[in-house]
């Protein structure tokens, strides 16, 4: 993910853990890790509100996976943007420093409602930030950044995907492929 590095107040692409551990807690393997947090509840709810406030991040994304409910079934999808662009999402980090001094950095991505062209899959979805908003989610401008948490503006393309991305061992591109559809 993108994050404004703390000391050096430059933008630096980093590895973090994907599940958020907040700084205050005293044991992660007993706390909750959220991969994704409502963005209408991040700036007050206690488990978000300090990285909200101070470690905004941009993950970047080629797509992102949604489950449609279809006659009792979940059935993957996969979204990307329709022009073929990377996906830029809102993001929130933390830096967890454990008893041995090690540090666990983390991160969480924001959701928002569905934008009209993906709510026949799913009613939410991750916010989605455009190039021109990304000094300000980052904190290197000032201004409201509760207005960035909106429904995307961008059109997306949705296919059916395999069932192995049920399965958080299986890894690859080939998860991306279509897959004929089981509706």
Same mark, same amino acid.
């Given at each position: 993910?993108?994050?404004?590095?703390?000391?050096?107040?430059?933008?630096?692409?980093?590895?973090?853990?994907?599940?958020?551990?907040?700084?205050?807690?005293?044991?992660?393997?007993?706390?909750?890790?959220?991969?994704?947090?409502?963005?209408?509840?991040?700036?007050?709810?206690?488990?978000?509100?300090?990285?909200?406030?101070?470690?905004?991040?941009?993950?970047?994304?080629?797509?992102?996976?949604?489950?449609?409910?279809?006659?009792?079934?979940?059935?993957?999808?996969?979204?990307?943007?329709?022009?073929?662009?990377?996906?830029?999402?809102?993001?929130?980090?933390?830096?967890?420093?454990?008893?041995?001094?090690?540090? %666990?950095?983390?991160?969480?991505?924001? $959701?928002? &409602?569905?934008?009209?062209?993906?709510? =026949?899959?799913?009613?939410?979805? +991750? #916010?989605?930030?455009?190039?021109?908003?990304?000094?300000?989610? %980052?904190?290197?401008?000032?201004?409201? $950044?509760? &207005?960035?948490?909106?429904?995307?503006? =961008?059109?997306?393309?949705?296919? +059916? #995907?395999?069932?192995?991305?049920?399965?958080?061992?299986?890894?690859?591109?080939?998860?991306?492929?279509?897959?004929?559809?089981?509706?």
């Amino acid at each position: 993910m993108v994050r404004v590095h703390p000391q050096m107040n430059t933008r630096q692409l980093d590895l973090l853990h994907w599940g958020l551990v907040p700084h205050w807690v005293r044991d992660p393997a007993s706390t909750r890790q959220p991969i994704n947090a409502r963005s209408e509840t991040a700036a007050t709810a206690p488990m978000f509100r300090d990285a909200y406030a101070r470690r905004r991040c941009i993950v970047p994304a080629d797509a992102f996976y949604e489950w449609q409910k279809t006659n009792g079934a979940k059935l993957p999808h996969a979204v990307a943007r329709a022009d073929g662009a990377p996906m830029a999402l809102a993001g929130l980090w933390e830096g967890w420093r454990g008893p041995d001094g090690a540090v %666990l950095r983390s991160f969480t991505v924001l $959701t928002t &409602a569905a934008c009209a062209g993906l709510r =026949a899959l799913h009613d939410r979805m +991750p #916010v989605v930030l455009e190039p021109q908003d990304w000094p300000l989610w %980052l904190g290197e401008t000032d201004g409201d $950044t509760a &207005a960035l948490l909106r429904p995307s503006p =961008a059109a997306f393309r949705v296919w +059916p #995907v395999s069932t192995q991305v049920n399965n958080v061992r299986n890894d690859g591109a080939h998860l991306l492929d279509p897959a004929p559809s089981l509706v």
